[in-house]
């Protein structure tokens, strides 16, 4: 069962050796998930970053990595472990799901311990960077183009049934990350032990969109656990791209995260690289596309409760920054 550990312990346990790591500040605090823990970093109030920089506002990032080894462990862990409880997955077996490159690659770190391989069925237009490691940790790579020849279809019915159309054809149990109920119950657990570190001090959570998850598991029991707590999500602009998350148009093709947060808003994908970037230049916390995009929404949110003066009372926010900028080859 996930528990709350001091910011000494997290400390303790992270390499700082890494020059990944060795400029960040220390965590306040940490989440222990077991086999795996996730630091909650403070943001510093640097000058580019207006919003972060009023006296009223606490910034925290959940993660932007984990020790053994990053955040998007949290649902793969769960996921395997109930797909293999059920029955659903047996040693020896396929299991079959659609990525952005993130989850695919924690799935494949995952799946070893129980004997399963991993397909991850993919974009063809999928950098090289999000593919490589997947394979390395053993991910059986299937590209779009290559599923709509072998199963005879004339065009492609959108990844998601793709993977679900092959897992049927080869005898594979399909994960699937958007609908299966193990991915948020996953982050549901994590939002339990952040409400048992802040309680009602939680002011707000600023949640990057991609399979929705972490919105319909983190941000629904945060809801559930006090009402007042804003859930504020970010998006890339309508067909625009950034890594891992969905726009407005992809989002339609999932369900059950509407009615969720209090606030959706797009991000462009040149400004969520340069929060990627300064979080690491300027304040030493390595973070990728997602994380920036959760943290210019958040820089974006508190600047303009300051312009309309609405940001005369203490605020704490949590940024969902769990993504794959730091490697698996973290303390594997």
Known sequence: MAKQITGKEMVDLI??????????????????????????IPVPRIPLW?????KNVEGYILGSFAV?????????????????ESGCLKPGGIAVDTTSGSMGAAEAFVAKRYGVTVHTVIADDMPYGKVLPQVRLGAVIKRESELVEYLGLDKSPGLIKLAELYAAKIGAFFLNQYTNQWNPASWAIVAEVLYEIFGESLTEAFIDLGSTGCLRGMGKRLKELNPNIQIIGARPYFKRKIGGLRGPERLRELEGWEGIADDIEGIDERTAREYS?????LAGIPLGESGGTGLARADHWYGELAGNDRLNERHVGIVRGMDTFVP?????
């Open 15 to 40: 390499d700082w050796s890494d020059p990944l790591l060795c400029q960040m500040p220390e965590p306040i605090a940490g989440i222990d998930m077991g086999v795996y823990q996730i630091p909650l």
């Open 328 to 332: 698996y080859s973290l303390n594997t």
């Open 50 to 54: 207006t919003g972060f920089c009023n």
């Open 68 to 84: 053994k080894p990053n955040g998007k462990r949290t649902p793969a862990e769960l996921m395997f472990e109930k797909a293999m």
């Open 277 to 281: 970037k300064e979080a690491f230049s």
